[in-house]
Nanobody, 130 residues
Framework: EVHLVESGGGSVQAGGSLRLSCTAS????????MGWYRQAPGNGCRLVST???????DYEASVKGRFTISQDNAKNTVYLQMNSLKPEDTAVYYC????????????????????????WGQGTQVTVSS
């Protein structure tokens, strides 16, 4: 059975930093394309960062230069380092392991998690105050 568990969310002031973690069991994250998604209240679900199985990464324009996705294979964990946080980054953040499916940053979905689309964690809340 596959489980992904996110952690590291919280409340910070604008300009602050958080590091989200996504730890998996039952699946090797290094073998899978990974995505970090977020959903703000009243909004859809948006893919903001990806890490492909070849190690390449990509970022949606609004987070590029501020967020960094990385991985610790020994811990089977993917991270999202978020710096210079803004109030508009407030959302529930989800990680997903999607196997060989190609992900396109900036893609919108009606809601997170996306049904029948890879393995997802439960989400972690990030709140950024001004």
């Amino acid at each position: 059975e596959v489980h992904l568990v996110e952690s590291g969310g919280g409340s910070v002031q604008a300009g602050g930093s958080l590091r989200l973690s996504c730890t998996a069991s039952g699946v090797t994250l290094d073998d899978s394309n990974m995505g970090w998604y977020r959903q703000a209240p009243g909004n859809g679900c948006r893919l903001v960062s990806t890490k492909r199985s070849d190690g390449s990464t990509d970022y949606e324009a609004s987070v590029k230069g501020r967020f960094t996705i990385s991985q610790d294979n020994a811990k089977n964990t993917v991270y999202l380092q978020m710096n210079s946080l803004k109030p508009e980054d407030t959302a529930v953040y989800y990680c997903a392991a999607v196997g060989s499916v190609t992900l396109y940053v900036g893609s919108w979905y009606s809601g997170c998690p996306v049904v029948d689309f890879g393995y997802w964690g439960q989400g972690t809340q990030v709140t950024v105050s001004s």
